[in-house]
């Protein structure tokens, strides 16, 4: 049964924590994202990353990090330096294929700063 | 850069009526289109999307979005909603040089009352 997993789907941090979401995927997508989702503002890309060992920064990329060592598995960490990290976190894959570009989502993490 | 208004971030519709969502983008190329929906608390799911040829596509479930060039816009129809339609709607678009990445707009949230 392919798809992509998140874990866990709720977690709980205490403020100046450093906190891991882990993200797999047994699609076989080269393309991986990570998302942060607020009320009201829609999805903000994070970072992404086409290939393993290599990741770009998206749009509020600040006070978080991410690593791509395995193809299948990228997962995302919410540093101390994030002002304001909790929220509705998605990550999705993609094939790397002009002209379809569909992105397939996780079930999200929600995680709450005490 | 590539941007998406969602035009309604409310909409409150009863059962059996139709509804529509709007979505209007900003793009000086081609682009494309989608159409995703989020239920509470869980992650994206494709609904359509629009990469070429005919303008008007359809889903599985009796949703249907029309690409429109001249206008800028992808706006998102149903002619008779059903109860388990209550979910937040997300359109989202794609510039084929942009990396493969997609912009989201802010979303509507559509509730179905009896």
């Known amino acids: 049964d392919g798809g992509i997993t998140q874990s866990p789907k709720y977690l709980f941090r205490k403020e100046g924590q450093n906190v891991t979401l882990s993200c797999e995927q047994n699609l076989n997508h080269d393309a991986m994202y990570w998302y942060r989702q607020d009320p009201g503002q829609g999805l903000r890309l994070i970072y992404y990353s086409q290939i393993v060992n290599d990741f770009q920064k998206g749009d509020i990329a600040e006070g978080y990090s991410v690593s791509r060592e395995k193809k299948e598995s990228f997962p995302l960490t919410v540093t101390s330096a994030q002002k304001n990290p909790t929220a509705f976190y998605l990550c999705?894959?993609?094939?790397?294929?002009?002209?379809?570009?569909?992105?397939?989502f996780g079930p999200g993490t929600r995680l709450t700063v005490l | 850069a590539q941007s998406v208004t969602q035009l309604d971030s409310q909409v409150p519709v009863f059962e059996e009526a139709p509804v529509e969502l709007r979505c209007n983008y900003s793009?000086?190329?081609?682009?494309?289109l989608f159409w995703y929906v989020q239920y509470p608390n869980q992650g994206l799911q494709l609904l359509l999307k629009y990469l070429s040829g005919s303008t008007l596509v359809e889903s599985i479930n009796g949703f249907e979005a029309e690409f429109n060039k001249s206008q800028t816009s992808f706006h998102l129809r149903k002619p008779s909603v059903h109860i388990s339609d209550t979910a937040e709607y997300f359109c989202a678009v794609s510039v084929p040089s942009n990396d493969y990445k997609l912009s989201f707009g802010a979303g509507t949230t559509v509730t179905v009352r009896a």
């Open positions: 793009s000086s190329v081609s682009v494309y």
């Open positions: 999705a894959s993609s094939i790397l294929l002009q002209g379809n570009n569909e992105q397939f």
